[in-house]
């Protein structure tokens, strides 16, 4: 490969195809990269007289190296590349938010063992199975595609949204019930753990390249050891479902998602006029026909949990309805679930009976959330 700046195109670029043609046949290099050159924040270029200069080693002494190699990747190298300390802010951001996902995932696989604990794909919670497509689709765009033509910016672009929709807004959101509430070694719980077990470390190995220092960090607390560096692993292996079952799979869940989106909407507008605090506050009553009934029906009483409300029925109707309406019930201390049974277990206080169950009884029983 050769690597250099856009003024090589008329220079050692041109000069080595040029005589590579006439001696070999052919250019000298199989594969030619070029970039633009490095600006301020306003596009000019930098000069000591203008006092415009930002210099790396000041960068990476103050906010570490792992923030400027984020910030060469998520600019697009084939013009001018802008750096100020506006744009550093924005890096950090990013970077912040991945962090902070690391953060998440590795606190709730603490008391994880992948040899004794892992849940076999056919018995994950359906959620679980579809939370794998999405972070096997993520590898599969980032490693199989952007990484080979070195497009690290949409790289970067496809792993940031991806903890921020994919994981953030949706699936961590969704997930927290169970893995806070549910018993600490209960199927439902180690089914979530499989699942952030293999997102974990696809993650960090599609970060590894860029931030490799923040990648290594967080392999050793996944491994509990000092294992080989992310940099000599290219992607990880995810079990998957059969191609037609994934496919009706992820039609269900899409759609799902959607109308969580339109619940979300309808929560918001009565916490907005001061009608309802969070949404566990919530109660749905829900109407609704065709394939989305079928879906919602399906989860059964599971559906309050994607939705993240105290209660949520489903009946037919001529078409899709959400009404709205807050919780007349106490809330649990420990769920924080709005339930008619908080407070009639004595002994437990202002818990609820799903709460004593986890925690004295058998445990609850998930079958899809």
Partial sequence: MYLEGSDQHRGWFQSSMLTGCATIGRAPYQQLLTHGFVVDGKGLKMS??????????KVN?????DILRLWV????????LAISDEILKRVTESYRRLRNTFRFLLANLSDFDPLENAVPLAKLLEVDQYALHMARTLQEKVAGELYPRY?????VQEI??????DLGAFYLDVLKDRLYTTQADSHARRSAQTALYHITRSLLLLVGPILCFTADEAREVLTKSGEESTLYHTRHEFPSLPEAAEQQLVAKWQSIRDFRAQVNKEIEALRSADKLGSSLQAELDIEANGDLLQQLQSLGDDLKYVLIVSRATVKEGPATRI???PSSHAKCDRCWHYRADVGSHAYHGAVCGRCVDNIDGKGESRLHV
């Fill in 48 to 57: 000591k007289s203008k006092g415009n200069v930002v210099a790396p080693q």
């Fill in 61 to 65: 002494d103050s906010l570490g190296a």
């Fill in 73 to 80: 990747a998520s600019t697009d190298y084939s013009g001018e």
């Fill in 151 to 155: 497009a690290f910016h949409f790289a």
């Fill in 160 to 165: 940031v949204n991806y903890c921020s929709e």
């Fill in 323 to 325: 009404t709205v309406t």
